[in-house]
């Protein structure tokens, strides 16, 4: 069983920055491949960005790539994404999520956070 628990959300000005964290009291954290996904209102959650268990592997929505960055500390059972160049369209409900499994669908991850909301005004 997985818990994760997300924060770092909050209003920002177009151009800036935030840092989302999302964090795991399970021991077995390290076994998870970690993705960020987003919902806008009115909108389909969409995938954002992911990160492989040891960090080798990572992937990025083309809309983000360049602007967030995605990184892990397994010893604090840490998932971080570094958003730069923020933009009103990234306005939405950030969701960390966990799987076995590399992917970047929804479907693909069995345990999920709570949201942290951000907010990016023009």
């Known amino acids: 069983q997985v818990q994760l628990v997300e924060s770092g959300g909050g209003l920002e000005q177009a151009g800036g920055s935030l840092r989302l964290s999302c964090t795991s009291s399970g021991r077995t954290f390290s076994n998870y491949h970690i993705g960020w996904f987003r919902q806008a209102p009115g909108k389909e959650r969409e995938f954002v960005a992911a990160?492989?268990?040891?960090?080798?592997?990572?992937d990025y929505a083309d809309s983000v790539k360049g602007r967030f960055t995605i990184a892990r500390d397994n010893a604090k059972n840490m998932v971080y994404l570094q958003m730069n160049g923020l933009k009103p369209e990234d306005t939405a409900v950030y969701y960390c999520?966990?799987?076995?499994?590399?992917?970047?669908?929804?479907?693909?991850?069995?345990?999920w956070g709570q949201g942290t909301q951000v907010t990016v005004s023009s």
């Open positions: 999520a966990a799987s076995l499994r590399r992917g970047n669908e929804g479907s693909d991850y069995g345990y």
């Open positions: 990160i492989s268990q040891r960090a080798i592997n990572t």
